[in-house]
């Protein structure tokens, strides 16, 4: 059983285009998040949501939205789709936001590139 | 800011020990993970440090000295599958949260 699922895992468009990736978490945890890896594989916070609610949104271009239509359940969807966006877009998930030994759960990752 | 620091590669010999560093200067401290993470695959958790000391499992061990701003990973018998990125993180504060801050990773070689 996949605990934290993305789709697609590959993604390529155009720029000026709109993407959504979806991320579903099947290990009842309360807390998911979005992380960009980009080409020097540095991994960086974007969002994360803790029952449904936004809690943290690094500074990110308002072109970037995430919706959690549910605990399991985190979309992100992208505007205006720009060179710099390529990169790999990581979900996760953790127990809860406060439990700091709380590991996070990665999901396998979506590659996006735009040309 | 925050600023993670690791060294970029290393290279080891299969079935060697190898000791791979993190030094950490953040705003407010919550412990420190480390995670592998293989090519093209998603970060897998190794372990947590949040008290000063050494953490032993398996072949993998960390330690943290909280006083200093540094950890460090310490695979032994080094096995040709740990050829992998390993990425040193902290939990800091920030504004009333507590984000997952990553250093930009060590990628590890293992040969023969």
């Known amino acids: 059983d996949t605990a934290v699922s993305q789709t697609p895992k590959y993604l390529v468009t155009q720029m000026g285009n709109d993407k959504s990736i979806k991320c579903e978490q099947n290990?009842?945890?309360?807390?998911m998040y979005w992380y960009k890896q980009d080409s020097k594989k540095f991994l960086k916070i974007m969002f994360s949501y803790n029952n449904k609610e936004l809690i943290i949104n690094e500074t990110v271009p308002n072109r970037f939205s995430p919706k959690s239509p549910d605990k399991a359940h985190l979309n992100l969807h992208i505007n205006s789709l720009e060179l710099g966006d390529s990169a790999v877009y990581f979900c996760?998930?953790?127990?809860?936001?406060?439990?700091?030994?709380?590991?996070?759960?990665f999901g396998p990752g979506t590659r996006l590139t735009v040309t | 800011g925050q600023n993670i620091d690791q060294p970029t590669e290393m290279t080891a010999t299969e079935g060697a020990i190898v000791q791979i560093n993190c030094t950490y200067q953040t705003s407010g401290f919550n412990g420190l993970f480390w995670y592998q993470q293989h090519a093209g695959e998603a970060p897998t958790f190794l372990s947590y440090n949040v008290l000063d000391g050494l953490e032993e499992k398996g072949r993998f061990s960390s330690f943290l000295s909280r006083s200093k701003g540094y950890s460090y990973l310490l695979l032994k018998e080094l096995q040709m599958k740990d050829s992998a990125s390993y990425l040193c993180a902290v939990r800091v504060s920030n504004s009333g949260n507590t984000p997952l801050v990553f250093g930009k990773g060590t990628r590890l070689s293992v040969i023969a």
């Open positions: 290990l009842g945890h309360d807390t």
């Open positions: 996760a998930s953790s127990q809860d936001l406060w439990t700091f030994s709380n590991e996070q759960y």
